[in-house]
């Protein structure tokens, strides 16, 4: 059975599962710690988890200035998840949480072919934009 929930303080075990999310999507470095995962999903303006079983299978994240605007990332299912919904059902209720809570922008980047996901849940390129990093990290 799938449960969703907002994490905002995860215990050790749910640490360790979301260090396993991130690291299977390949954004966890040698030098990051169950630390920066933890402070992750703190300091968010919220946090997503997919569990089954009490494994996580999925997961995604909004951070915001909380008065209005607002970046959904991290959104990723394990791979033996995809095709079921899920990556949708996360970014749908990132939204419809954003929404209640007043924020009136929401913008994200598509990587890895995934913006047809996001195009069909209602995000689109943003004309004359390009995503832009600062030298040196990674992606």
């Given at each position: 059975?799938?449960?969703?929930?907002?994490?905002?303080?995860?215990?050790?075990?749910?640490v360790r599962q979301i260090i396993s999310l991130y690291s299977?999507?390949?954004?966890?470095?040698?030098?990051?710690?169950?630390?920066?995962?933890?402070?992750?999903?703190?300091?968010?303006?919220?946090?997503?988890?997919?569990?089954?079983?009490?494994?996580?299978?999925?997961?995604?994240?909004?951070?915001?200035?909380?008065?209005?605007?607002?970046?959904?990332?991290?959104?990723?299912?394990?791979?033996?998840?995809?095709?079921?919904?899920?990556?949708?059902?996360?970014?749908?209720?990132?939204?419809?949480?954003?929404?209640?809570?007043?924020?009136?922008?929401?913008?994200?980047?598509?990587?890895?072919?995934?913006?047809?996901?996001?195009?069909?849940?209602?995000?689109?390129?943003?004309?004359?934009?390009?995503?832009?990093?600062?030298?040196?990290?990674?992606?």
């Amino acid at each position: 059975m799938l449960s969703f929930r907002f994490l905002k303080r995860p215990g050790p075990a749910a640490v360790r599962q979301i260090i396993s999310l991130y690291s299977r999507q390949g954004w966890w470095g040698r030098g990051d710690t169950p630390e920066l995962a933890a402070a992750l999903v703190r300091n968010s303006h919220c946090f997503l988890a997919v569990f089954e079983n009490g494994r996580a299978v999925g997961m995604g994240r909004a951070v915001s200035d909380r008065v209005s605007d607002a970046y959904i990332q991290d959104v990723t299912v394990l791979k033996e998840y995809r095709g079921r919904g899920l990556g949708t059902a996360i970014v749908l209720l990132l939204k419809k949480k954003l929404k209640s809570d007043g924020v009136k922008w929401v913008g994200l980047i598509a990587q890895d072919g995934s913006w047809p996901l996001y195009r069909k849940l209602g995000f689109r390129p943003v004309k004359n934009s390009v995503p832009m990093m600062l030298k040196g990290n990674r992606v």
